[in-house]
């Protein structure tokens, strides 16, 4: 196969706690500061490639990397910690033309001005339900389903050929 107008490579192993509760309280919060983790805000992220948190919704986020005894932390709130380390692959894009191949198969912006730096969003692609966050111009991630792992790679070195550019 000739060189792809991206890198694609399995993301390194990463802790994985899915996060539910009401992220505008303040307890919960402050309990996940004393866990290290700081809350993102709406379609966003905080931390970098190496551990982040990542914001899914108003009661729900995804702690990638050392997240402690988050399960144990939460106890006594209305909040609850799951690991989902062995339901998920994450793959790490990097490259220029990341969101133009992304664009060929999701229904988000992801221009430059339509999912900057920062930014997570949880849509489509491929036709798999996926997580799509960028960390910086050049390097993004995306989450899918573990069962459905070989189907987004392959989908994603067709979509990066450069046959498929859409730009040449």
């Known amino acids: 196969m000739s060189e792809l107008m991206i890198g694609i490579a399995e993301a390194p192993g990463r802790r994985m706690v899915a996060v539910r509760g009401d992220l505008g309280d303040d307890n919960l919060a402050n309990t996940l500061k004393l866990q290290g983790i700081d809350a993102p805000g709406a379609l ?7 551990a982040c948190a990542l914001w899914f919704s108003p ?4 702690v990638l990397g ?10 006594g709130q209305h909040a609850m910690a799951l690991d989902v380390s062995d339901a998920r692959v994450v793959f790490r894009l990097t490259g220029a033309k990341v969101g133009e191949v992304l664009a060929k198969g999701a229904p988000c912006d992801c221009s430059d001005k339509g999912f900057p730096p920062g930014t997570v969003r949880r849509t489509h692609l491929a036709g798999l339900a996926v997580a799509i966050w960028r960390f910086d111009a050049e390097t993004w991630e995306i ?5 459905f792992a070989h189907h987004l790679r392959a989908w994603l070195e067709t979509a990066a ?5 859409v730009h040449p």
């Open 59 to 62: 009661d729900e986020m995804l």
């Open 161 to 165: 050929h450069p046959a498929a550019a």
């Open 44 to 50: 966003g992220l905080t931390g970098g490639p190496d």
């Open 66 to 75: 050392a997240a402690g005894d988050l399960d144990g932390a939460l106890s």
């Open 143 to 147: 989450a899918c389903f573990r069962s």
